[in-house]
Nanobody
């Protein structure tokens, strides 16, 4: 079993920055992808940014140039550095880990961007 615990959400003004963290514990295998998805009210969950253990990354077009995903493989932790936040970034952000054809999710952390 795998557990994911997120931290770092909160309220920030437009243009500001936040850093999310997610630590994975349990049966973590060598090859996996970790990253972040988000879900705004009334919207479907969408990919924000993911990173493989080898360092490859993938970003949603809406966050390219503003968000950076990174990993500390020794700690099984993934981070999301969010800069130049916009009102439309407001959502619940979920940590995700994919390994061995299974997907695991954290409980989510709220990010609210105010004007």
């Amino acid at each position: 079993q795998v557990q994911l615990v997120e931290s770092g959400g909160g309220l920030v003004q437009a243009g500001g920055s936040l850093r999310l963290s997610c630590a994975a514990t349990g049966n973590i295998f060598m090859l996996n992808t970790m990253g972040w998805y988000r879900q705004a009210p009334g919207q479907q969950r969408e990919l924000v940014a993911v990173a493989t253990k080898g360092g490859s990354t993938n970003y949603a077009d809406s966050v390219k140039g503003r968000f950076t995903v990174s990993r500390d493989n020794a700690k099984n932790t993934v981070y999301l550095e969010m800069n130049s936040l916009k009102l439309e970034d407001t959502a619940v952000y979920y940590c995700n880990l994919d390994q061995l054809r299974r997907s695991y999710w954290g409980r989510g952390t709220q990010v609210t961007v105010s004007s």
